[in-house]
């Protein structure tokens, strides 16, 4: 079955900062890529997504590109600010019945 | 925007007590899940469900679970008889089913649900 794996967190940043989180997936065919956000007290909300190899998906200032000799789907943000402190989910999804198969989830805290 | 609902948001129930736990999906969307996160563990798929009828389960979801869609608006998950084990944050998500696997599930808020 496929698996994804995200980079051990929790992660701390100053406002402004740089963010990288990684994802790696391994999986069956050719997956579509997601990142889901939860802000606090809310549900898991699409960020972006990509379908295919070399596709970049962005949304709010973040961006993620589906590499697939690498086999990763890395998020990146230029300048993160305190709004962007929730937890980050990777999740990708194969064949026709939409399974979704997610990472553990990265909590992202940014602080002024 | 449409969303999902979910209710109630927190659940205590007493171990082999029964559960209901319900969800209102997006109004026009035909594909319906649940999911569920163990404290500290990876979001995991329960089971998919259209046209009435089960689409795909997970090994977790035995003959313990089972789900309904009782009325045109909402979508239930049933635990017959709680385990302490069954403790976690149940999601339910639903979706267009016009361009599977590529679009995009739209999770409720979430049930909390505590066995003792």
């Known amino acids: 079955g496929n698996s994804v794996t995200q980079m051990e967190g929790p992660v701390t940043l100053s406002e402004e900062a740089f963010l990288t989180i990684n994802c790696t997936y391994t999986?069956?065919?050719?997956?579509?890529l997601f990142w889901y956000v939860q802000y606090p007290g809310e549900g898991l909300q699409l960020l972006l997504k990509?379908?295919?190899?070399?596709d970049k998906g962005s949304n709010k200032g973040f961006e993620a590109t589906y590499r697939k000799e690498t086999t990763s789907f890395h998020l990146e943000k230029g300048s993160v600010q305190v709004s962007d402190s929730a937890v980050y989910f990777c999740?990708?999804?194969?064949?026709?019945?939409?399974?979704?198969?997610f990472g553990k989830g990265i909590t992202l805290s940014v602080r002024p | 925007e449409p969303e999902v609902t979910q209710t109630p948001s927190h659940q205590v129930t007493q171990m082999g007590q029964e559960v209901i736990l319900r969800c209102v999906p997006i109004?026009?969307?035909?594909?319906f899940y649940w999911y569920r996160q163990i404290l500290g563990q990876k979001v995991e798929f329960l089971v998919s469900?259209?046209?009435?009828?089960?689409?795909?389960k997970s090994e977790i979801f035995d003959d313990q679970f089972s789900v309904e869609r009782p009325d045109g608006s909402n979508f239930t998950l049933k635990i017959r008889s709680t385990k302490l084990e069954d403790s976690a944050m149940y999601f339910c998500?639903?979706?267009?089913?016009?361009?599977?696997?590529?679009?995009?599930?739209?999770f409720g808020p979430g049930t909390r649900l505590l066995v003792l």
């Open positions: 998500a639903s979706s267009r089913g016009v361009n599977r696997p590529t679009e995009t599930q739209y």
């Open positions: 999986a069956t065919g050719y997956p579509s």
């Open positions: 990509a379908t295919k190899a070399d």
């Open positions: 999740a990708c999804v194969t064949g026709a019945n939409s399974k979704l198969t």
């Open positions: 109004s026009n969307h035909l594909y």
């Open positions: 469900f259209y046209n009435n009828e089960i689409s795909e």
